[in-house]
């Protein structure tokens, strides 16, 4: 992947800035109500509060740990199946036709939908929520490995059979290669997914998470809270989209080069 200029960086950190004094002068100003976009200030107080007090029995750190670990736990249980069983299916056209009904049948359906059941089966602890989010995340997976596989030119399978490999010798040094691209890039898509679907899996029976903390603030119109949580989860989205960005560029340096 391409690395951003010093220009492009630069930018990036003016869009920021430029949003960060738009959204002090409408508040200082008075353009809006506070209860509605509260000012930057009242945010850090808020921030600050948190951190030495606590909310709602857990620190700020607890409640994050707590999103994290259903996140990552899911995330990863995910990656495990999905991965492999994608890159199967791309592979078997037979195995394709199994399980692809199953997948195109619920990965448009809105997290809520099934959640319920989700409840029913599992309970209201961390189970129900981590399947929820293992749920978000597989599709993306499975769709972007079945793709990677089936658009690999059958001229570069035919040449390595020339030489002399097995199917496995195939598969580990011609396809994985080709796939891991796209794989990469469900893994991000599948990550955003979740942490969008992450409020939906803490609304039910949950007192603790950044998602959480955010639906139960609004309860209350704490605004400062709601944006304070808002903030959190797109620095820790960014990072962990980050993180995985830093994978890719060492075990898929060739990305996007001729």
């Known amino acids: 992947m391409k690395k951003k200029t010093i220009g492009e960086r630069m ?7 430029i949003i960060l004094v738009i959204w002090f002068i409408t508040t200082e100003l008075g353009l809006v109500d506070e209860k509605l976009v509260p000012s930057p200030q009242l945010v850090w107080d808020a921030l600050v509060d ?3 007090n606590g909310y709602k029995n857990y620190t700020l750190l607890e409640h994050l740990g707590a999103s994290m670990n259903r996140l990552i ?16 299916s791309g592979y078997s056209s037979k195995l394709r ?7 195109e049948f619920y990965r448009p359906l809105p997290p809520l939908a099934y959640y319920t059941l989700l409840v029913l089966w599992m309970g209201i602890e961390n189970e129900s929520k981590i399947a929820l989010l293992f749920l978000a995340c ?6 972007s490995c079945v793709s990677a596989v089936i658009k690999i030119k059958e001229d570069y399978i035919n040449s390595a059979y020339t030489v002399g490999a097995n199917k496995m010798q195939i598969f580990m040094h011609v396809i994985f290669p080709a796939c891991l691209p796209d794989i990469f890039t469900g893994l991000r898509t599948a990550l955003g997914v979740a942490y969008t679907t992450l409020v939906s899996a803490e609304m039910v029976a949950a007192n603790s998470g950044i998602g959480w903390m955010v639906l139960d603030s609004s309860r209350y119109l704490r605004s400062d809270i709601i944006f304070l949580g808002i903030i959190i ?9 980050k993180s995985i960005q830093f994978i890719e560029n060492k075990i898929v340096p060739w990305k996007g080069k001729e």
Do not use: C, K, R
Not at 11 to 17: D, P, Q
Not at 138 to 143: D, K
């Open 11 to 17: 930018l990036t950190g003016v869009t920021v800035i």
């Open 50 to 52: 948190i951190m030495e």
């Open 73 to 88: 736990s899911a995330f990863f249980s995910a990656m495990i199946i999905a991965i492999p069983l994608g890159l199967a």
């Open 97 to 103: 036709a199994i399980f692809e009904p199953i997948i």
């Open 138 to 143: 597989f599709a993306p997976i499975y769709i």
């Open 233 to 241: 989860m797109g620095i820790t989205g960014i990072l962990l989209d």
